[in-house]
């Protein structure tokens, strides 16, 4: 059975730094692209950063250049981000999905975590 199941969230201060895990059963996680998107209250689902399956290219949204960065640990089939100087805005719950596309398309990817919550207050 093919699972995501994403930890590592919480509540951080401003400036603060998380990591977060996407661990993979049920089939290899380099075997396809990875990517993580957020979703605030109020508001549409968006892509954050992803990670390809070939070349482990990677691409980030603008809004996070810079400050976060995707990963990937073969033997542990996880991919993870590691987010830094975190702002209130980065407030959201975070997914990790896979798909056989390439980007920050939410239509490019087609299994899902549940997600998880991170706030970014003081």
């Known amino acids: 059975q093919v699972q995501l199941v994403e930890s590592g969230g919480g509540l951080v201060q401003p400036g603060g730094s998380l990591r977060l895990s996407c661990a993979a059963s049920?089939?290899?996680?380099?075997?396809?692209?990875t990517a993580w998107f957020r979703q605030a209250p109020g508001k549409e689902r968006e892509g954050v950063s992803c990670i390809a399956s070939s070349d482990g290219s990677t691409f980030y949204a603008d809004s996070v250049k810079g400050r976060f960065a995707i990963s990937r640990d073969v033997a542990k089939n996880t991919v993870y981000l590691e987010m830094n100087k975190l702002k209130p805005e980065d407030t959201a719950v975070y997914y990790c999905a896979t798909g056989p596309g390439w980007g920050l398309r939410m239509n490019d990817y087609d299994n899902w975590g549940q997600g998880t919550q991170v706030t970014v207050s003081s």
């Open positions: 049920g089939f290899p996680l380099d075997y396809y692209a």
